[in-house]
């Protein structure tokens, strides 16, 4: 990905390389929210704008700028982001809100992607178990402001191996996700994922994969959740999020995974917020 030349701040476009923000603004409580562009289409934006709802509410925050009228001014000001740097066709948008006692500060970002649409990977992801740290079962584990901490950490554990990914435990050793991502496994016809009882992190495009499910005739569940053995037992593995679409994993220690299942769901979750 290659980032935009310019960030929009307030409303107003500033070069990248100049833009600073005040000692106010860094001290300043806030969280950040990544939205896919797709040509012209932003997949999923209104299960975004809803999160975003969600999260200012728990910052006891409002911003109708954004939030009202089903969040169109924030989305002209996401295109006016992608058209000011040039980025036409795939991209992805961080939008980042701060609070101080004087106002809502925003800013947006665009990256540009190597790819336009949601195309599966044609190498298979290699995962690890990452046990170092893991992850409480809490109010805010379903949420990505209650997550990153612990992706930011695996992320900077994952440097020193070879894997593509690592899959997060928590308290009661059970995977729960990858990072910024929701895990399934598939054997035959059953689909294991983790949810909000395991204190996995919920993505958005969880209603979405379960319609496909049920539209393969899979049966799905998360009562008990992941865990290694699973892993192990599992015949195809994949990883997903609103930003990559879905992912394959092909290799986990010595195990080795196809992805028939995935080509299918892969094909379905396109249809569904593409056309």
Known sequence: M??????????TFSLMEDYCISLEEMEALGFSERIR??????????????????????FNQSFPEFTDKEGSELKRQME???????????????LTLRFTEKKVHYTIQTEKLDTTGYDLNEKGLFVEIFDKIEKPIGQLSTLSIGSEIYWKLARN??????????????????IVETPGSNLYTIKGKSIRGAGSGQGAYIDI??????????????????????????????????????????????????KRYFNNTIRKISELFNQAKIN
Not at 37 to 58: A, D, H
Request: proline share 1%; net charge neutral; with cysteine.
């Open 80 to 94: 006016r982001s992608l058209t000011k740097n040039k980025h036409f066709l795939g991209a992805v948008l961080t």
């Open 37 to 58: 562009s797709i040509r012209s289409f932003f997949p999923y934006f209104r299960e975004t704008l809803e999160m975003v709802k969600l999260k200012l509410l728990i």
């Open 157 to 174: 554990h994952q440097k020193g191996t070879l894997a593509d990914q690592l899959l997060l435990l928590n308290t009661a050793n059970q």
């Open 205 to 254: 495009t969880r209603s979405v994969m379960l319609d496909i499910f049920s539209k393969l005739n899979l049966d799905y569940t998360e009562d008990e959740g992941i865990s290694s053995i699973d892993i192990q037992e599992c015949e195809e593995l994949l990883i997903v999020n609103a930003i990559e679409g879905i992912r394959w994993v092909g290799g986990y220690e010595g």
């Open 2 to 11: 290659s980032k935009g030349k310019y960030i929009l701040v307030n409303g």
